[in-house]
Each structure stands twice: as C-alpha cells, then as structure tokens.
C-alpha cells in the first residue's frame, strides 16, 4: 500500500488517519500480520475516543501510537471536515454560523467527508479475511445486554462464542480459534485470560495469533492489548466495542450513516446518554479549539 494515502491529523490532539478506503486498510492489515517481530495495534476511533483521550493521557498516547488510527464515526469527518474549510477565518462568530449552517445544510446534503471505517465493518472484513487465506482469528471479551442495553446480571449465553458461530455460519472456512465472554477486563484477571486463549492455541496447534478482536469498550480493551499482546502473543490488535453484538446478529447495522445516532437510540436506548455525553460537549470542544489556533 501506497502509505502517502493516508492523510493523518491531529483532532483535540488525537491522530486519526484519513484518505483510506476499507480496501486500503485490509492490504495494510496484510502487511502488518506478516510483520510479526513486534505487535500491532488498531484504532476505530471516534468521536467518544477522542472526548475521553482529553481527560486520560494514557488513552490519548495508545492512540497516537497506534499503528493505524481510523475514523470511525461521521463526527470524526465532520470535525475533520470543519477544521480545514474554517482554518482561514478569524472571526469566531463567522466561523461558528459556518460550523452550524454546514452541520444544518449536510441533513438535507451529502458532502464528500471521506470515508468512515467502522468496527464492525472492518472485523467483518477480516473475517472474510481468515475465510479465505486462513488467519488465524480470536474474539475475545463482549457481554449480553438487556434491550436497554444493560449488561446482564449473569449471561444466559457466551456472547463472543454466539458470534463466532455466526460468523462461522457465514464464512465456513473462518479460521476462529477460539472465542470467550468469560474474562474480566481488569488486570487481575489477565493472566486467567491468557492461559485460556493459548490452551485455544495449543488445541489448534498455532504460535501466534494473526488477529485478536477485543470488546472491552474504548480505553480498556486497547490497554488491555498493549499489556498482553506480547504474552500471547498476538500479531494484530482490534479494540471492536459492541461489535460482537452485530456478529452475533442481535443488532443490524444503519444502511446510512445519515441519522446513525437516533437508530443507534431506537435499538439501544442507553446509548442515548454516550450520544448526548458526545453532542453537543464534542463540537463545542472542535470549535474552542480552531479559535485558539
């Protein structure tokens, strides 16, 4: 891959990497998982990973050390988006009336913001990865939630491996060797986690894992990575959220990204809180800060 494609700049001080297509990642991807005398880790980062990299140095260096950081959300490109048409105009009040007439013109408008990767779409396309050259995968972490989107007391099921039989369902020849909800994210339990992850490993007679798929929600599952990884070891890092829920087939993903956040809200009512947390707290921020630039 051409590596002058990606387009990196710094939001609220986090790097996210633009200009790529899914297909442009997926051929780094290949190339990274040929790489394996160190370990790699992947970013989808957001809006909401972007607002909590503000208040945790930690979180905020992963992200700019990650070897790929990819927007995944439509408030990303937008940012994005503002920061570059707006950089010329001084005035605040100017460039505020233009920030809410182009957020209020983009409803009824589509714009060319680039392309939005998200984590299900990119764990999918891995997936179909390992379907077809055998890299080998593990799904680690996930929890079944109640229709408001409440972890469960106690699971009636084994999300992550409900997804992976789903996937398998999908693509038959998918290379999951092994998959579990049953660990916690903290770090007492690591090296529980650990032993069983290479105990799936010995039975599928791997020394290394090509890609492990993590949902531990943002800042966990990628600090969980940095301090395992080599333990595993693990080639590939994806920190994937909720995504398990949508391999899982319990959620179905917006056809649009157009209004994303209010299907989001109808299919998981909690969510309303992390989208209400995020806007209007995230354009304000971008705002205040092309001003004092």
Not at 64 to 77: A, Q
Not at 81 to 102: A, E, S, V
Not at 132 to 152: R, T
Not at 171 to 198: C, H, L, M, W
Request: aromatic share 12%; glycine share 6%.
């Amino acid at each position: 891959m051409n590596d002058m494609k990606i387009q990196s700049q710094k939001i609220l001080g986090v790097r996210v990497d633009f200009g790529l297509s899914m297909s442009d990642v997926l051929l780094k991807l290949e190339e990274l998982v040929k790489d394996t005398s160190k370990t790699h880790l992947v970013s989808t980062t957001n809006a909401e990973f972007i607002l909590d990299a503000q208040n945790d140095p930690e979180f905020k260096d992963i992200l700019n050390n990650s070897v790929l950081s990819i927007p995944d959300g439509i408030g990303v490109l937008f940012s994005r988006y503002f920061l570059n048409k707006t950089k010329d105009i001084k005035n605040p009040i100017l460039k505020f009336m233009w920030g809410c007439g182009f957020g209020f013109i983009s409803i009824f408008k589509d714009f060319d913001l680039g392309e939005k990767i998200s984590g299900v779409e990119l764990s999918t396309e891995i997936m179909k990865l390992s379907h077809n050259k055998g890299y080998s995968v593990f799904l680690l972490g996930g929890w079944p939630k109640d229709f408001y989107g409440n972890p469960l007391a106690s699971a009636p099921f084994d999300l992550a491996t409900v997804a992976s039989k789903e996937v398998k369902r999908l693509y038959p020849n998918v290379n999951i060797i092994g998959a579990t909800s049953s660990f916690n994210r903290d770090s007492k339990d690591d090296e529980a986690t650990i032993s069983y992850i290479q105990k799936c490993m010995k039975k599928h007679k791997v020394s290394r894992i090509d890609f492990i798929l993590i949902a531990y929600n943002h800042k966990f599952q990628e600090k969980w990575y940095l301090r395992n990884a080599h333990k595993i070891p693990a080639t590939v890092g994806l920190g994937i959220g909720g995504t398990l829920d949508y391999l899982a087939g319990y959620l179905k993903r917006p056809t649009s990204y157009k209004f994303e956040w209010l299907k989001k809200v109808f299919f998981r009512p909690s969510k309303i809180s992390r989208i209400v947390r995020v806007f209007p707290l995230y354009p304000i921020k971008i705002f205040l800060d092309s001003i004092t630039k």
